[in-house]
């Protein structure tokens, strides 16, 4: 997985060059101080892309981060500690990382409004302990002086970009990594991240420690821009207001992290000009995050969809006339499939998985009761029986999204049991959702990279992509059908090269064809890419056409057990689940 955009680097560092060369020549010493304010306030509005922008978390003390690394630097300038401005300001930005920390590890038990109380409640602490406390310097006024060459305002402008775009080529580094890929799934489904081997503790936790260290960064700039800083400069109102903006604009793409600094800093200028209150900058960030809220996307996420989706259209475009083409000249539209696998006996094969008496318990409901199921090496089995018999939780009991359940769970012959879900998934049982939750702000690659778990070559990529029927890499989820969608999740749990898979009625949405070809497929997959598969589904044509054994739940119990043909013409199975009308077992 390529960690640069080669294009939008060049652009970028195109873009700061020409601003730190034109700006001081042609602005007035008044424009050039609102300019740094401009670029520290984008400094500051990237710490809210990564905790925001990219996790979805409403944190709302990052102005409080920033107040610890101003008041790192200040103290450390009061200290003549040796290193100068430039060693102070890393360790401004390191010395809010624990504090970050501290404060994310509430977000991995409570989420949306209740975080934002708790974040808010943080910052309206530090409110009074700067209040009560000055900043280091400001009894003795003792100024930090910049260090050369960045002297004067026009060179410290330059400063601050250089620092702007160091750090914006780092976070974009780490978007393009798993890491941060993994932030995006963590911001639409925790459960699917997990079971994509994502540990969410940790994932969350780094997004505070990184959003953290680039906000303490901010507030370091800041002290240097004016030398010694008061309470009001970091006031929870500002961690508000930004928050706004950050919603609004989505400051996890620079160009947005720029607009959100420009208006953090000019803004107020702004009304003093056409004579408005000050509050009502607020009023009209608060309204634009209401609307961004509304959309779930933020106005820089649009612009770059829209621009990322006209382009994906082309490409989709362009093999569909392909394909008309080679048909208008007789060509095949398919490379023939070939035969299916034959494969030894259940009974000559290791078990991959084992599954001895699970019975979970909600209350006093029991949901599963003591059920035994076997999915051996290189196997395809089904998990068949009515809506509410157990299916889906029997899923979620063994890859561990449900706790404290009876019985085991063994994968190659090793228990499960005490493990989370995201180490099941690293140890090789992978699994889907009946619901998918991709975000649409991937490519299918980048999803692809995240359920595989590593780098993945584009090679590869496209060999799954084109197994399972899916469009080209390039093209983003956000414009794939429902249907498309679930061929990816299963593209995506495959990529990992698991023993097990999991699969949750990976069928649905699926027109008949299109369920017979996935069947299909997944009989080529336990050779092709060396997994076991369980699957979980309604379509009986598919369950026929693809699996050796099938278990059928009924109620929490299991009614039956065996080689498919038999099941399926069992007189129990055909009464519970199937109805009386006979089902051809072939």
């Known amino acids: 997985m390529n960690l640069v955009d080669k294009r939008g680097l060049a652009i970028g560092l195109g873009l700061s060059v020409l601003a ?40 709302l003390c990052q102005m409080s981060f920033a107040a610890i690394g101003a008041w790192v630097v200040l103290r450390l300038n009061v200290a003549d500690a040796p290193g100068g401005f430039f060693v102070w300001l890393v360790l401004g930005g390191l010395a809010a990382v624990p504090v970050g920390v501290a ?26 302990v700067w209040n009560a406390n000055p900043f280091p310097g400001a009894k003795e006024l003792k100024m930090l002086d910049r260090p050369e060459p960045f002297v004067t305002d026009e060179s410290y402008f330059v400063f601050t970009v250089i620092v702007f775009t160091v750090l914006a080529v780092a976070l974009g580094m780490i978007g393009k990594s798993r890491l941060g890929l993994s932030w995006y799934e963590l911001r639409h489904s925790e459960r699917s991240a997990a079971s994509h081997g994502v540990s969410v503790a940790r994932s969350k936790l780094a997004a505070f420690a990184i959003s953290a260290f680039v906000a303490g960064i901010g507030g370091g700039l800041l002290a240097g821009q004016l030398s010694l800083v008061v309470p009001s400069n970091f006031a929870m109102g500002q961690s508000l207001a930004l928050f706004a903006v950050a919603i609004m604009i989505g400051p996890h793409h620079p160009e947005g992290a720029v607009m959100g600094g420009i208006f953090g800093a000019i803004m107020p200028t702004i009304m003093e000009k056409v004579s408005l209150p000050q509050d009502f900058g607020g009023v009209l960030f608060g309204v634009g995050a209401l609307l961004a809220l509304r959309s779930g996307l933020s106005q ?17 475009k362009a093999g569909e006339d392909a394909k008309e083409a080679k048909e208008a000249e007789g060509g095949a539209t398919a490379a023939p499939l070939a035969p299916a ?3 030894r006996p259940a009974a000559d094969r290791r078990p991959c998985l084992a599954v001895q008496g699970l019975t979970v318990r909600f209350g006093e409901v029991v ?3 003591a059920v035994d199921l076997t999915v051996p090496e290189g196997a395809v089995v089904g998990l068949i029986g009515p809506n509410g018999a157990g299916k889906s939780t029997f899923i979620s009991a063994v890859t561990g999204f449900v706790a404290g359940y009876g019985g085991t769970v063994e994968l190659a012959g090793k228990r499960l049991d005490k493990l989370g879900p995201s180490v099941r998934a690293k140890r090789g049982l992978r ?16 999803y692809l990279a995240i359920g595989a778990g590593r780098r993945l070559a584009r090679g590869e990529a496209d060999e799954l992509l084109e197994f399972f029927g899916c469009p080209p890499g390039e093209v983003p989820v956000s414009i794939v059908d429902a249907g498309t969608r679930r061929l990816l999740d299963v593209a995506a749990a495959i990529a990992a090269r698991p023993k097990v898979a999991l699969l949750d009625e990976p069928a649905a949405g699926q027109s008949a064809a299109e369920s017979l070809r996935l069947g299909d497929r997944l009989t080529r997959a336990p050779e092709a890419f060396g997994v076991s598969i369980l699957l979980v589904e309604h379509d009986m044509e598919l369950v026929q056409a693809t699996c050796e054994e099938v278990t059928v739940l009924d109620f929490g119990h299991v009614i039956a057990s065996g080689p498919t043909a038999d099941v399926l013409a069992d007189a129990a199975v055909r009464a519970a689940y199937l109805g009386a009308a006979d089902v051809p077992a072939t």
């Open 20 to 59: 730190c060369v034109a700006l001081p020549a042609v602005l007035s010493p008044y424009w050039i101080y609102l300019a740094i304010s401009a670029v520290v306030s984008a400094v500051i509005m990237q710490s809210y892309g990564v905790i925001v922008g990219r996790v979805g978390v409403m944190s």
């Open 103 to 128: 404060i994310g590890l509430p977000a991995l038990r409570i989420r949306g409004v209740n975080l934002a109380v708790v974040t808010f409640g943080f910052a309206v602490s530090a409110d009074i």
């Open 300 to 316: 820089t996420d649009l612009t770059r969809m829209r621009k990322r989706e006209r382009g994906a259209r082309k490409l989709l």
């Open 341 to 343: 696998p034959v494969r």
């Open 367 to 369: 949901a599963l009761d």
């Open 431 to 446: 699994r889907t959702f009946q619901t998918t939750a991709i975000a649409p702000e991937l490519t299918q690659y980048e």
